[in-house]
T-cell receptor, first 113, second 116 residues
């Protein structure tokens, strides 16, 4: 069965500095991996997804993530944080052949002025 | 519609009452999911439909929870004898096929249920 661990429940960075949100996964098969963002009182929005093509995935709003099979990681990065990036971020995994998608517990990103 | 639509957006009910939450998926999407998100937690899987049938209902917490999708489009999540612990945001999502194929899953904005 698949699972996902988000290593930090809260991350604070200053505006204009890099963002790193960490995610490790466990999967029996070749996984699909996603990052979703949830702004306060808003629905979940897909940032990016990995589905066994290029290991470096570019998403919306300048975010990207790299799939590293040897480390079972799928960390989310952005070179320069913006105030509008403050939100909850979820790492999500699904196994090939399984219909469930499993969410991590989320990382709340705080942007300091 | 343009996106996944959920109604009501907010529902306050008394303990012990029956509640129905509705989800209208994106037109043409055959896969439909229900998730529950408690405060400070990630979404928790409840049930998944492929067409009219429940392909996986292993996430339903107990027999007070039931979901239907009779015509393969709109789905209703039904909660009997509500308890205060049922208070959460109930999220519906849909995709063109099974999510495991890497197809994007689109979420609605959720139904906020408060049991008092």
């Amino acid at each position: 069965a698949q699972s996902v661990t988000q290593l930090d429940s809260h991350v604070s960075v200053s505006e204009g500095t890099p963002v790193l949100l960490r995610c490790n996964y466990s999967s029996s098969y070749s996984p699909s991996l996603f990052w979703y963002v949830q702004h306060p009182n808003k629905g979940l929005q897909l940032l990016l997804k990995y589905t066994s093509a290029a290991t470096l995935v570019k998403g919306i709003n300048g975010f990207e993530a790299e799939f590293k099979k040897s480390e079972t990681s799928f960390h989310l990065t952005k070179p320069s944080a913006h105030m509008s990036d403050a939100a909850e971020y979820f790492c999500v995994v699904s196994d090939r052949g399984d219909d469930k998608i499993i969410f991590g517990k989320g990382t709340r990103l705080h942007i300091l002025p | 519609g343009a996106g996944v639509s959920q109604t009501p957006s907010n529902k306050v009910t008394e303990k012990g009452k029956y509640v129905e939450l509705r989800c209208d998926p994106i037109s043409g999407h055959t896969a439909l999911y229900w998730y529950r998100q408690s405060l400070g937690q990630g979404p928790e899987f409840l049930i998944y439909f492929q067409g009219t049938g429940a392909a996986d209902d292993s996430g339903l917490p107990n027999d007070r929870f039931f979901a239907v999708r009779p015509e393969g489009s709109v789905s209703t999540l039904k909660i009997q004898r509500t308890e205060r612990g049922d208070s959460a945001v109930y999220l519906c999502a849909s995709s063109t096929q099974q999510g495991s194929g890497g197809n994007t899953i689109y979420f609605g904005e959720g139904s906020w249920l408060t049991v008092v």
